[in-house]
């Protein structure tokens, strides 16, 4: 049932959901898909006591990654397809939370909106 539910959901980003599934996304992640946030973003390996904005979130790749980096809290944030944003919607992030076990806050925003998201922290 997981599965077909995964498989059901269009995703940019490969998640890793427990060790060795990921999801069936588009972005590969680097040669064999590890360190990407490190290596390519400069996405430090401990976050501890940081609050993350994750803007343009998609399916979450990045603000999963920082919550298992540590982070205090995230808050994931993007706009609907209708306004230019994310194709997949939040079915991808809405999944990958639900089995990470995720405390990841998503809010349907645009950065055009700052003072918005500067209510939503934690």
Do not use: Q
Not at 10 to 39: A, Q
Not at 95 to 113: D, G, H, Q
Request: with cysteine.
């Amino acid at each position: 049932m997981l599965l077909s539910e995964m498989h059901s959901i269009d995703w940019w980003h490969r998640i890793e959901l427990e060790p060795g599934l990921y999801t069936p996304g588009i972005v590969k992640h680097g040669k064999d898909g590890s360190n990407y946030e490190e290596y390519r973003f400069g996405i430090p390996k401990d976050l501890t006591g940081k609050t993350v904005l994750d803007i343009g979130a998609w399916d979450g790749y990045f603000s999963f990654a920082c919550e298992k980096r540590n982070a205090k809290s995230v808050l994931a944030v993007d706009v609907p397809e209708e306004k230019g944003g994310n194709w997949g919607g939040t079915d991808g992030f809405n999944f990958a939370k639900k089995i990470l076990n995720s405390k990841v806050k998503f809010k349907e925003a645009s950065v055009e909106n700052l003072s918005e998201l500067a209510a939503c922290r934690s």
